[in-house]
T-cell receptor
Framework: TQLLEQSPQFLSIQEGENLTVYCNSS?????LQWYRQEPGEGPVLLVT?????EVKKLKRLTFQFGDARKDSSLHITAAQPGDTGLYLC??????????FGTGTRLTIIP | DTGVSQNPRHKITKRGQNVTFRCDPI?????LYWYRQTLGQGPEFLTY????????KSRLLSDRFSAERPKGSFSTLEIQRTEQGDSAMYLC?????????????FGQGTRLTVV
């Protein structure tokens, strides 16, 4: 069974601070996606990473794919209240479906 | 709107009743997925289709659950004899086979409450 673990499970920080969320597995993934989900809505795709060591930036968000393709991180700089939400990583382990992590619930306090 | 569309958004049903949800994927996408999400958890895979063929079903999908995609376009998910444990958000997603990784785009979900 391929599992994705995300940490921390909950994170509450002040506006303007930086934060990092982690996604780890004991198995190699062929690709990994990060999603953001708001209450009562479906997940929204933020980014896809496919190459070990890859780094992608999306405004204040920086996504990194580990060299061994077993981990990824999401770093947010100068967090804003609009960043509040559930952040989910989802991996493709060489089959056709996405396996999701447990999620990190982020709250940014104004 | 050319995104994934799910109907209804909310469904409240009595235990023992049957319910059916519909998903309309992004038009050029040939893969369609169903996931279930309970409070505080990440989405769990239920099943997926490539065109009209159902290629994989999770062991989470009991005999009371059935999914179809008759013409390779929209899909339906039916739950028979609903139980309180079926209460969850049911999410549909679509992707393009052979596309960039497995980028799945989700609908807004159908929130099912069994009372």
């Amino acid at each position: 069974t391929q599992l994705l673990e995300q940490s921390p499970q909950f994170l509450s920080i002040q506006e303007g601070e930086n934060l990092t969320v982690y996604c780890n597995s004991s198995s190699v993934f062929s690709s990994l996606q990060w999603y953001r989900q708001e209450p009562g809505e479906g997940p929204v795709l933020l980014v896809t990473v496919v190459t070990g060591g890859e780094v992608k930036k999306l405004k204040r968000l920086t996504f990194q794919f580990g060299d061994a393709r077993k981990d990824s991180s999401l770093h947010i700089t100068a967090a804003q209240p609009g960043d509040t939400g559930l952040y989910l990583c989802a991996a493709n382990f060489g089959n056709e479906k996405l396996t999701f992590g447990t999620g990190t619930r982020l709250t940014i306090i104004p | 709107d050319t995104g994934v569309s799910q109907n209804p958004r909310h469904k409240i049903t009595k235990r023992g009743q049957n319910v059916t949800f519909r998903c309309d994927p992004i038009s050029e996408h040939n893969r369609l997925y169903w996931y279930r999400q309970t409070l505080g958890q990440g989405p769990e895979f239920l099943t997926y289709f490539q065109n009209e063929a159902q290629l994989e079903k999770s062991r989470l999908l009991s005999d009371r659950f059935s999914a179809e995609r008759p013409k390779g376009s929209f899909s339906t998910l039916e739950i028979q004899r609903t139980e309180q444990g079926d209460s969850a958000m049911y999410l549909c997603a679509s992707s393009l086979a052979g596309g960039f990784a497995t980028e799945a785009f989700f609908g807004q979900g159908t929130r099912l409450t069994v009372v």
